[in-house]
């Protein structure tokens, strides 16, 4: 079920519905689930036992933990949840991607081996639930936080259904407390949440599918080498589309869980005005930047361990953060480049006193951030391209080397693309520092109402769109 379809909407209808109705806060909350569970089955209901294991695996694993002192049974408990958890990521992401590379490294030694077709599903969302999952259970092991006592609130934890197929990756401490009392927005919550949700929707539905996706999509569809002018513009244009998309989604999530009296964490703070690629990651998909660094980077062992240890792990949890976007080595590629962008940002730190952003000049501001973009769209190329093959094309086509290049683009294209991608970057540097909370508070009543009623009439007109969000693959 897509937040741009009208399904969603009358699906929503009725959970705001009996969410303020008079029933008791136990009931609503088991309402919450079932409807949560509908949400996540509408795609295929088989599914759904994927996120009652997880959700089954962890609870009963924090406990059994939270009750043993001896080590060992901890350790052993954590491995279970560990195992169970990305056993199911592993299989149904990765099956067929570890399988093949079993089969080409059996060929270098001369062995004959034909990887099985077993035609494997990705289930939406995976990667989400499952991260949240083993989150609670690594923080009851650390004894960051005491196990959960209500499986009916930890179930609801696991599958929230506003981010529950593309995030944002939500700690236990930020949401379970929250289902302890009764939630219900306040008139001015609910109107920010639905004035979340629209932009939300206008940001995926109006800029990202309808003006920036088919002019992308069709640039590296073609497998072609293209002009230069063009392959540039359909990088820029790409890396607006996955912006708008992903970001979009976020703040779909945001709104409605707003909309219901919940709050959960912004994931994106205007990434493409990000001086530096350590700034860019403090910015970009936070929830999962997060992550890798509290579950991944600090225990492989951070920067404790010397600056030999310290490079390994950093490129280590960016090559593996690559991974998790999806089955295929491209996006390890796309990881490894990030980890290069940080290794040599750390180094020139090293050697440079770095003052901070706000006390720079225009100039430099301008110069940093801008390469910083360009550079993060250089590596957009590895998503948005369908093959290695394309991949080479367009590399070559951006710097030029290419023998009977094509025009792809046409001219209403491309007068639609520049305004978008501009205002875009022209939007994000300037409310870098800024909630967009408080400018709209500042801002005057009939300006927000406009704004708001031409953002809606926008999504209307475009019909809400029906293609599925980006990162639901991932």
């Not at 002018?229 to 703040?251: N, R, T």
């Not at 006390?359 to 369908?386: E, H, K, M």
């Amino acid at each position: 079920m897509l937040f741009n379809s009208v399904l969603f909407l009358l699906f929503f209808g009725w959970v705001v519905l009996v969410h303020y109705s008079p029933l008791g806060w136990k009931s609503k909350k088991f309402h919450l689930l079932l409807a949560s569970y509908f949400f996540y089955g509408s795609w295929m209901p088989p599914f759904v036992l994927l996120l009652i294991i997880s959700t089954a695996v962890g609870w009963l694993v924090a406990r059994l933990m939270h009750s043993q002192n001896n080590i060992r049974i901890r350790r052993l408990l954590l491995f279970v949840s560990l195992a169970a958890n990305l056993g199911i990521l592993g299989w149904f992401k990765y099956g067929t991607l570890f399988m093949d590379a079993f089969a080409m490294a059996a060929e270098q030694i001369g062995w004959s081996w034909t990887a099985p077709q077993f035609d494997i599903i990705l289930p939406i969302g995976i990667s989400f639930y499952t991260f949240q999952t083993l989150a609670y259970t690594i923080d009851v092991y650390l004894k960051r936080i005491k196990p959960e006592d209500s499986i009916l609130d930890f179930a609801l934890f696991v599958s929230f259904f506003p981010q529950l197929v593309a995030g944002p990756i939500v700690r236990p401490g930020q949401l379970l407390p929250q289902f302890k009392s009764p939630q219900k927005a306040t008139r001015q919550q609910f109107f920010w949440g639905a004035m979340l949700f629209t932009w939300g929707l206008f940001q995926k539905s109006v800029l990202a599918d309808s003006i920036l996706g088919p002019s992308a999509g069709h640039a590296f569809g073609m497998q072609e080498e293209i002009y230069m002018f063009d392959a540039w513009l359909a990088v820029f244009a790409f890396s607006g589309q996955i912006f708008f998309d992903f970001a979009g989604y976020s703040l779909c999530a945001i709104g409605i869980a707003l909309c219901l009296g919940f709050s959960i964490p912004n994931n994106f703070k205007c990434p493409y005005a990000a001086m530096g690629f350590s700034d860019f990651w403090r910015r970009w998909h936070v929830s999962l930047s997060e992550w890798l660094r509290d579950y991944l980077y600090i225990p492989l062992g951070g920067n404790r361990q010397g600056k030999t240890r310290t490079k390994i792990n950093l490129m280590l949890t960016m090559l593996l953060g690559g991974l998790w976007h999806g089955a295929n080595w491209r996006f390890m590629a796309w990881g490894g480049i990030h980890g290069a962008y940080l290794l040599v940002e750390r180094a020139i730190s090293g050697r440079t006193e770095f003052r901070a952003t706000r006390d720079l000049g225009f100039i430099q501001r301008f110069v940093g951030t801008s390469a910083t973009y360009v550079a993060i769209c250089i590596t957009w190329v590895f998503f948005a391209a369908p093959t290695w093959e394309s991949c080479g094309l367009i590399f070559c086509s951006l710097v030029g080397l290419t023998e009977s290049p094509i025009a792809v683009l046409k001219t209403v294209e491309i007068l639609m693309i520049v305004p978008v991608v501009l205002g875009m970057l022209v939007f994000q540097w300037l409310m870098r520092d800024q909630e967009m909370e408080s400018v709209v508070e500042k801002s005057p009543t009939w300006l927000v109402y406009s704004v708001f009623f031409l953002i809606l009439l926008s999504v209307v007109l475009t019909g809400g769109g029906d293609s599925a969000f980006i990162y639901f693959q991932f």
